[in-house]
């Protein structure tokens, strides 16, 4: 069972998210500090952004080395995103979850966030295109150290994910593997991800493959695009790894579940 420490100091929402947690399986255990938990192991440390312990810049990296936790620390609060961002990053913490993204998104970080205590290990081997037993993801993207980036974290979850950098390279995956969702870059060699969904949905029959569209373009550019070709989401690169893998997660869900 996953553990997660909620550090907090009687927060109203930090109750409630604990009891939602409890509810999804995992084991809650709640303090008013990193330092009163430090015998409880966990999987991922969810703390106040104010509290104690959290004054000074780099707090959070601090006390990880010398409690020797290898687990990751969030943020937590009600700040707007863009503050408690600029906060999570003055104090070292390996992440944030704001209030206002609600609880359905809020779970789902927790759940990537949670996995990620085991993601720091060699990539795994290439998933067998013939397997079947988990939901499959093609990843285009010709930036190779972001698509492999995305496509170990999602093996990591026990997705199979298969990647390219151009068109014909996706065309003989698509062929093979058959996914149940597709993340394209907009911006390809040869051929932009926003006309490779236009053109696939206009083929899509019997099957309706989810398609989500990601750039580090504007995002009313992006949405616009993304609108235009009929994709089923779109991401912005800035908005961080976290989000897209939340994304994807309930986009398979709607599939499997």
């Not at 996995?115 to 795994?124: A, D, I, L, M, Q």
Request: with cysteine; charged share 25%.
């Amino acid at each position: 069972m996953k553990q997660v420490l909620l550090i907090h100091d009687g927060d109203v929402v930090m109750n409630a998210l604990g009891l939602v947690l409890s509810e999804e399986g995992y084991q809650v255990v709640q303090g008013r500090s990193l330092a009163d938990m430090q015998d409880s192991p966990a999987d991922l440390v969810l703390a106040d952004a104010h509290a104690a312990g959290f004054e000074e810049a780099g707090a959070a990296a601090n006390l990880k080395l010398q409690m020797g936790i290898a687990s990751p620390v969030y943020l937590f609060s009600s700040d707007s995103e863009e503050r408690l961002k600029a906060r999570a990053e003055e104090l070292g913490a390996d992440g944030y979850i704001c209030t206002e993204w609600g609880f359905k998104r809020l779970i789902s970080v927790v759940r990537f966030s949670a996995r990620r205590k085991t993601s720091s290990g060699p990539p795994p081997m290439a998933a067998d295109v013939s397997a079947n037993t988990h939901s499959r993801i093609i990843v285009i993207d010709d930036h190779q150290g972001a698509r492999d980036r995305l496509m170990r974290e999602l093996r990591n979850q026990g997705y199979q994910v298969f990647g390219c950098g151009d068109l014909p390279g996706f065309e003989r995956l698509l062929e093979e593997v058959q996914p149940d969702v597709i993340v394209a870059d907009v911006v390809l060699p040869g051929a932009h991800g926003d006309e490779i969904c236009r053109q696939l949905k206009g083929r899509m029959t019997e099957r309706m493959i989810p398609i989500v569209l990601i750039s580090g373009l504007a995002e009313a550019e992006l949405r616009a695009r993304a609108e235009r070709a009929g994709a089923d989401a779109y991401f912005r690169k800035q908005d961080g790894l976290p989000k897209l893998i939340q994304m994807l997660e309930e986009l398979l869900s709607e599939i499997v579940f």
